[in-house]
């Protein structure tokens, strides 16, 4: 079965700092991928997508991934944190054009 | 461009009781999936509705069922509410018409907080 795997649920980073956030998903073949983040009490906004093609994606708010299909990962960067940046963020895959399949989060915290 | 809209924002029920909740598509989108977001956990796919039929469904019970207008808005209802309906029932939009791995982009609303007491 189709699944994703975030496997820290908590990261703090102090400000200023580089970040990288972990993902590996399980699928028959290469699938879309989708890094989305959620304030507290909002709905998610998508950060960036891979589809195809270079493997690394640039995305908003200064994000970058990365895809290795060696690895079965789509890791989220960003060089330099800001304390806005502090939400949880969801990595997800789309199978057929349904459903999208979301890891269970990784709340990044941001200290000053 | 307007975004994806929903109503109610919170709304708190009794168990046994039935809800419905209210989404509007992004425009030029004409594809609704719901996802429900248990507390902690990432969001859980309900079902999509794509020219007003179902276009794929989670592992969700059948007391879950939605609708989809001509105007591409739809509607999540949930019958019989159990303690665990408890969560944030998120909407997103996409245009499988639109072809290409784009059509597969979704967009979500801010979500509507459901409790059940």
């Known amino acids: 079965a189709q699944s994703v795997t975030q496997p820290d649920i908590h990261i703090t980073v102090s400000e200023g700092a580089s970040l990288e956030l972990r993902c590996n998903y399980s699928y028959g073949a290469t699938p879309y991928l989708f890094w989305y983040v959620q304030s507290p009490g909002q709905g998610l906004q998508l950060l960036l997508k891979y589809f195809s093609g270079d493997t690394l994606v640039q995305g908003i708010k200064g994000f970058e991934a990365e895809f290795k299909r060696s690895q079965s990962s789509f890791n989220l960067r960003k060089p330099s944190v800001h304390w806005s940046d502090a939400a949880e963020y969801f990595c997800?895959?789309?199978?057929?054009?349904?459903?999208?399949?979301f890891g269970k989060g990784t709340t990044l915290s941001v200290s000053s | 461009e307007t975004g994806v809209t929903q109503s109610p924002t919170h709304l708190i029920k009794t168990r046994g009781q039935q809800v419905t909740l209210r989404c509007s598509s992004q425009?030029?989108?004409?594809?609704v999936s719901w996802y429900q977001q248990a507390l902690g956990q990432g969001p859980q796919f309900i079902f999509q509705y794509y020219r007003e039929e179902e276009n794929g469904r989670g592992n969700f019970p059948p007391r879950f069922s939605g609708l989809q207008f001509p105007n591409y808005s739809s509607e999540l209802n949930v019958n019989a509410l159990e303690l665990d309906d408890s969560a944030l029932y998120l909407c997103?939009?996409?245009?499988?018409?639109?072809?290409?791995?784009?059509?597969?982009?979704?967009?979500f609303g801010p979500g509507t907080r459901l409790t059940v007491t």
């Open positions: 425009s030029g989108h004409n594809t």
């Open positions: 997103a939009s996409s245009s499988l018409e639109i072809g290409g791995p784009s059509a597969y982009e979704q967009y």
């Open positions: 997800a895959i789309n199978q057929a054009g349904t459903a999208l399949i």
